[in-house]
């Protein structure tokens, strides 16, 4: 069936990179989506990238995809507190809707 | 440009009370419309979806419905609250194409005592 997996959780030193991994089932999915959520808010869509694309890159943010392996990844350099949030990935479906994973929460350390 | 408010931003509601969250779009027209629930800690489940006005599509049983009464409101309702209803509802839209990225409302958070 339809799944999208990541890690519940990453610890990362402030300044340090942030990677997080996202792996997808639909090898049909037109475009795979990262969204941000912070505490008590709805989510915001960071990136996206369409699945013709192996990389996209938006100032501190590089999205790689591996379609093969179907393997999302976002990498965030000089990772700051500001970017402590929960990230989901997520894939669109060949009907209007989006698939998400459950989220990988993103802690700073000092 | 496009926003999107969802209201109330709380709710507490005794069990058995009815509920009525609403969700409307400014800005585009003709948008797909989704309400999800996000229990604590857990990811995204879609509880409805609509493609147009009075076209709405359940995606899991359960005591909530939704209703699209008109081109841009998007309303969730029960009649008879249950414990486990508790959760984090999000409102979301999209452009009325195939594979179009969602944009999320600030979200209800719900307690049913």
């Known amino acids: 069936g339809e799944d999208v997996e990541q890690s519940l959780f990453l610890s990362v030193r402030e300044g340090d990179s942030s990677v997080i991994n996202c792996t997808y089932t639909?090898?049909?999915?037109?475009?795979l989506y990262w969204y941000k959520q912070e505490p008590g808010a709805g989510l915001q869509l960071l990136t996206y990238i369409f699945s013709n694309m192996d990389m996209k890159q938006d100032q501190r943010l590089t999205v790689l995809l591996n379609k093969k392996d179907k393997h999302l990844s976002l990498r965030i350099a000089d990772t700051q507190t500001g970017d402590s949030a929960i990230y989901f990935c997520a894939e669109s479906m060949r009907d209007d809707k989006i698939i998400f994973g459950k989220g990988t929460r993103l802690h700073i350390l000092p | 440009s496009q926003t999107i408010h969802q209201w109330p931003a709380t709710l507490v509601q005794p069990v058995g009370s009815p509920l009525s969250l609403e969700c409307t779009v400014e800005g585009t027209s003709n948008p797909n419309l989704y309400w999800y629930r996000q229990a604590a800690g857990r990811g995204l489940q879609l509880l409805f979806y609509s493609v147009g006005i009075g076209q709405i599509s359940s995606e899991v049983p359960q005591n909530l419905s939704a209703s699209r009464p008109q081109d841009r409101q998007f309303i969730l309702s029960s009649k008879k609250l249950l414990l486990s209803d508790s959760g984090f509802y999000l409102c979301?839209?999209?452009?009325?194409?195939?594979?179009?990225?969602?944009?999320f409302g600030d979200g209800t958070r719900l307690s049913i005592l």
């Open positions: 639909d090898s049909s999915s037109t475009y």
């Open positions: 979301a839209w999209s452009v009325s194409h195939k594979n179009q990225p969602q944009h």
